[in-house]
């Protein structure tokens, strides 16, 4: 009997590692380097780093340009890591909560010479893991790779490519009837993701027919918008004014996608709500954490759709980006159906931000 893990099963263990605050091996070819995310880095471990070699900390060009660091490889920048540093100061490079108090955190000195597509892959997994998009890593030596293979995780990013570039597949698990508000006639799906990442769930309102453009939303999760009723945002007023519009016609379906706070995560999403308390707006916020505007991946949407049969909708939404993502993947958007709703004294601010900055049709 062989029970080696699958290529997508060990990158789930990878995500798990980091935010375990465990290291994980990435390797391509000959070169292979120990990486650890900088949000669960600690002393310890920060030391043993010291000890293999010169480590460095990987940013995203956002949290770089926010720290006055150069960008020699594009989208990423190599620090190079002082000797008499802390772990303290690793993680101030990755967490922005306190830039105002101590912004001067160089000099900084990035690495011109050299392949960074193994920090590139660390930086993918770590966001992935939903943990602030930095990483410790150091190089290793064959024998020390080998040596520390048979404990940690390896990840061969040259045959993981294509996965990390693909969506993953999200299997049906279940549907039930579940009699709403809006509608008796509800059913929800569940899709569980072949990747090992988060459940997304599919609302089916009445029955709707499949050869004709369907009422549907994609709707990321929001844990403070939709169950607590903040007012920060517009996401609980959406989602309620979608599944009444789509009650009201008797027939539509509902993604709701757990890809919270813009495919961030609810803590990075508050530590945003953190720094725009600090004055800094939506967009602002998540460039200093080291994040795009939006890190959402709506191809999972057209995958949903598909799995359950329709092929065109009628898609409610502000985001001409979700139209976009949809049509490029094979769903056909007959109509843009504008939900305006949810704006108060509070969020009048945001919704300019994302209408100016991120493109929504306010």
């Given at each position: 009997?062989?029970?080696?893990?699958?290529?997508?099963?060990?990158?789930?263990?990878?995500?798990?590692?980091?935010?375990?605050?465990?290291?994980?091996?990435?390797?391509?070819?000959?070169?292979?380097?120990?990486?650890?995310?900088?949000?669960?880095?600690?002393?310890?471990?920060?030391?043993?780093?010291?000890?293999?070699?010169?480590?460095?900390?990987?940013?995203?060009?956002?949290?770089?340009?926010?720290?006055?660091?150069?960008?020699?490889?594009?989208?990423?920048?190599?620090?190079?890591?002082?000797?008499?540093?802390?772990?303290?100061?690793?993680?101030?490079?990755?967490?922005?909560?306190?830039?105002?108090?101590?912004?001067?955190?160089?000099?900084?000195?990035?690495?011109?010479?050299?392949?960074?597509?193994?920090?590139?892959?660390?930086?993918?997994?770590?966001?992935?893991?939903?943990?602030?998009?930095?990483?410790?890593?150091?190089?290793?030596?064959?024998?020390?790779?080998?040596?520390?293979?048979?404990?940690?995780?390896?990840?061969?990013?040259?045959?993981?490519?294509?996965?990390?570039?693909?969506?993953?597949?999200?299997?049906?698990?279940?549907?039930?009837?579940?009699?709403?508000?809006?509608?008796?006639?509800?059913?929800?799906?569940?899709?569980?993701?072949?990747?090992?990442?988060?459940?997304?769930?599919?609302?089916?309102?009445?029955?709707?027919?499949?050869?004709?453009?369907?009422?549907?939303?994609?709707?990321?999760?929001?844990?403070?918008?939709?169950?607590?009723?903040?007012?920060?945002?517009?996401?609980?007023?959406?989602?309620?004014?979608?599944?009444?519009?789509?009650?009201?016609?008797?027939?539509?379906?509902?993604?709701?996608?757990?890809?919270?706070?813009?495919?961030?995560?609810?803590?990075?999403?508050?530590?945003?709500?953190?720094?725009?308390?600090?004055?800094?707006?939506?967009?602002?916020?998540?460039?200093?954490?080291?994040?795009?505007?939006?890190?959402?991946?709506?191809?999972?949407?057209?995958?949903?759709l598909k799995e359950l049969g329709f092929s065109a909708?009628?898609?409610?939404?502000?985001?001409?980006?979700?139209?976009?993502?949809?049509?490029?993947?094979?769903?056909?958007?007959?109509?843009?159906?504008?939900?305006?709703?949810?704006?108060?004294?509070?969020?009048?601010?945001?919704?300019?931000?994302?209408?100016?900055?991120?493109?929504?049709l306010l």
């Open positions: 009997m062989k029970f080696a893990l699958t290529l997508s099963e060990r990158l789930a263990r990878a995500r798990v590692d980091l935010r375990l605050g465990v290291p994980i091996l990435l390797q391509s070819g000959d070169s292979t380097i120990l990486a650890a995310a900088a949000e669960t880095l600690s002393e310890d471990r920060f030391r043993d780093f010291r000890l293999i070699g010169q480590p460095l900390i990987t940013l995203t060009k956002r949290r770089a340009e926010t720290l006055k660091a150069r960008c020699y490889d594009g989208d990423i920048a190599r620090i190079s890591i002082p000797p008499e540093v802390t772990c303290g100061w690793v993680v101030s490079l990755a967490d922005p909560s306190s830039d105002l108090i101590a912004p001067m955190k160089g000099p900084l000195i990035a690495l011109r010479e050299g392949n960074a597509d193994l920090h590139r892959a660390a930086i993918s997994l770590a966001k992935a893991a939903r943990l602030l998009p930095a990483v410790l890593t150091v190089a290793l030596d064959r024998e020390s790779a080998a040596a520390m293979a048979t404990e940690l995780t390896l990840i061969d990013t040259q045959a993981t490519a294509d996965i990390l570039a693909t969506p993953s597949v999200a299997k049906h698990v279940v549907s039930a009837k579940v009699p709403l508000q809006v509608s008796d006639a509800g059913r929800l799906h569940v899709f569980r993701p072949d990747d090992g990442g988060e459940e997304h769930y599919a609302v089916e309102i009445g029955q709707p027919d499949r050869s004709k453009p369907v009422l549907a939303r994609l709707h990321s999760a929001c844990f403070t918008g939709d169950l607590l009723g903040s007012l920060k945002c517009d996401c609980g007023a959406q989602l309620n004014a979608a599944l009444a519009q789509m009650g009201a016609e008797k027939a539509g379906i509902l993604l709701y996608l757990n890809q919270e706070g813009r495919g961030i995560g609810l803590a990075n999403k508050m530590r945003a709500y953190s720094l725009q308390d600090q004055g800094f707006d939506t967009v602002q916020a998540n460039h200093r954490l080291g994040f795009e505007d939006d890190e959402r991946d709506f191809r999972i949407g057209a995958t949903l909708v009628r898609l409610l939404t502000n985001n001409p980006e979700k139209v976009r993502m949809l049509t490029a993947n094979g769903i056909d958007v007959t109509e843009r159906v504008p939900l305006k709703v949810g704006k108060n004294a509070v969020n009048a601010k945001y919704l300019d931000t994302k209408a100016k900055k991120s493109g929504h």
